[in-house]
């Protein structure tokens, strides 16, 4: 089956890096679409950052200039490398395979959390 198993996600201070990473299993990340999401405490989950097949990626205005989305698929492990933290980063961190007419697969998650 498919699993999707985030890690990176920790304590960092304003103006840190952290890079997150997604490892996949049961499905090869290659040739699909995969995204990156997060939901803050009371908020909504949102859409960070996408990858296509071509490699043609998308952003948030809210992370444009700050967030790098990434995959090796050698290694069928995408990759969110976040500079410049901002408090406002502060959420759990998910992995995405979207399917449109299926139930998309989900990771479990990693916390960011973004203090002083």
């Known amino acids: 089956q498919v699993q999707l198993v985030e890690s990176g996600g920790t304590l960092v201070q304003p103006g840190g890096s952290l890079r997150l990473s997604c490892r996949a299993s049961?499905?090869?990340?290659?040739?699909?679409?995969v995204q990156w999401h997060r939901q803050a405490p009371g908020k909504e989950r949102e859409l960070v950052a996408s990858?296509?097949?071509?490699?043609?990626?998308n952003y948030s205005d809210a992370v444009k200039g700050r967030f790098t989305i990434s995959r090796d698929n050698a290694a069928n492990t995408l990759y969110l490398q976040m500079n410049n933290l901002e408090p406002e980063d502060t959420a759990v961190y998910y992995c995405?395979?979207?399917?449109?007419?299926?139930?998309?697969?989900w990771g479990q998650g990693t916390q960011v959390t973004v203090s002083s």
């Open positions: 995405k395979i979207p399917r449109p007419n299926e139930k998309s697969f």
């Open positions: 049961g499905v090869s990340l290659k040739f699909l679409t």
């Open positions: 990858i296509s097949i071509g490699e043609i990626t």
